[in-house]
C-alpha cells in the first residue's frame, strides 16, 4: 500500500467560511475528496455543505478525472452554499 498523495488541495474563504477542499489519491482507482474547517474555533465541523459533511465524510472517485469532477463540484458548493446543520 502506497503513501496517500494530494491530488488538488483549495482554500475557501469567504464570509465566515475557512474551509478547505482535498481530494487526495489513495491507490490506483481509489480517490478521496474532503471538505475541512480550517477555522479557529472549527465552527462548521459537523455542518454540511455541497452533501459533505465538514471534517466527517468524503466521496470516493475511481478515476482521476471522476475525482477532479467531485472536487470541482465541492469547490463551488464551498464557495456559494452556506453550510447548514446536519439531519439527526
Excluded: C, W
Amino acid at each position: 500500500m502506497s503513501i496517500p498523495q494530494i491530488v488538488a488541495q483549495r482554500p475557501v474563504i469567504a464570509g465566515d467560511k475557512e474551509l478547505t477542499v482535498s481530494t487526495i489519491r489513495i491507490a490506483a482507482d481509489y480517490y478521496d475528496t474532503v471538505v475541512f474547517d480550517d477555522s479557529v474555533d472549527k465552527r462548521h465541523v459537523g455542518m454540511v455543505i455541497g452533501g459533505y459533511v465538514i471534517d466527517k465524510s468524503s466521496k470516493r472517485a475511481t478515476s482521476r478525472d471522476a475525482a477532479m469532477e467531485n472536487h470541482r463540484e465541492a469547490f463551488i458548493a464551498a464557495r456559494h452554499e452556506t453550510p447548514r446543520a446536519a439531519r439527526p
